[in-house]
């Protein structure tokens, strides 16, 4: 199963003929994953890498090669319209990498999503991993920019707020022989279009998914959220970490969405709120897979 996207998802790749967006797409042929479309207005008619035809827009991507997701590579004043064209296409997953989208443009692409069968991850994320059957796991679905190499096909889901950690769970659970089922990269912007609660729901209705790791940071209350809601219907094991303990009150992180604003959304407030909820925390972000299997009983 794993959640999302699995190894027949077709993708399609905004942004395709930009360094940034050409490299990561290059990286998710090489991955084995069923990238079929790119899409740069003006240049329709183009191929990438002498396999992907490109096209001026999403809707022409989409009717053409039966791409039912997107990622997001387009500059930050142009990538709210991005998402928004992908909506209006039909994309069913709608993967925003781009960091700095200003606030008010993000708020009408949240007021955008009520009304539509799209999902958003991101934006400012690293995306969405599942890997493949294949050596390294090749014939995965990567959409995004985690590396697609350090991923083990398994049964434990990773979803987390920072991509380097994200990576780092990963990368701890293939070194003790722990594959995963899917890894969602979820962002820190303050506004996005899918949270922690979103995630666990799916990894707790996932057959494949055995058991959770949960990535947050300071700023807002999702994690809390999240925990609350494992703590009375999610039965599998999870085990969390949150990022900028040492951080004082009223400091911003890397994340926008990573500002104390009050006692309650403290790396200390939401430890306790975790651990209270049954969830295993780790203290440093090396222990984030040994808390796993403390909790697992592995």
Not at 31 to 50: C, E, I, M, N
Not at 212 to 228: C, K, T, Y
Request: hydrophobic share 40%; aromatic share 4%.
């Amino acid at each position: 199963m794993a959640i999302l996207i699995d190894e027949n998802t077709k993708i399609l790749v905004q942004g395709i003929t930009g360094s940034f967006g050409g490299r990561h797409a290059q990286l998710s042929l090489d991955y084995g994953t069923k990238l079929v479309a790119g899409v740069t207005p003006g240049k329709g008619g183009q191929k990438f890498s002498d396999t992907v035809p490109i096209f001026d827009t999403v809707s022409q991507a989409v009717n053409e090669t039966g791409a039912s997701a997107s990622a997001i590579f387009v500059p930050p004043p142009f990538a709210a319209d991005a998402i928004l064209e992908a909506m209006d296409a039909g994309v069913e997953l709608i993967v925003c990498i781009t960091e700095g989208i200003p606030v008010m443009d993000m708020m009408r692409v949240k007021s955008a999503l009520k009304d539509s069968k799209s999902r958003l991850v991101g934006p400012n994320c690293p995306g969405i991993v599942t890997p493949g059957l294949g050596e390294k796991s090749h014939g995965g679905c990567r959409i995004g920019i985690a590396p697609g190499y350090i991923h083990k096909r398994g049964n434990v889901g990773v979803v987390s707020r920072s991509g380097t950690l994200t990576y780092e769970a990963v990368f701890q659970l293939t070194q003790m022989g722990y594959g995963q089922s899917t890894c969602v990269g979820i962002g820190g912007d303050p506004i996005n279009g899918t949270n922690h609660l979103d995630v666990l729901k799916m990894f707790n209705d996932d057959d494949e998914t055995e058991a959770i790791i949960m990535i947050g940071e300071i700023g807002g209350n999702a994690e809390a959220e999240a925990a609350r809601w494992a703590k009375d219907n999610c039965k599998k094991p999870i085990a969390g970490f949150i990022a900028g303990a040492t951080a004082p009150p009223g400091r911003r992180m890397g994340h926008a969405g990573a500002i104390v604003g009050g006692e309650d959304d403290t790396a200390e407030a939401k430890k306790k709120i975790l651990a209270e909820c049954g969830i295993g925390v780790a203290e440093t972000p090396s222990d984030m897979a040994k808390t796993l299997m403390e909790v697992w009983g592995k």
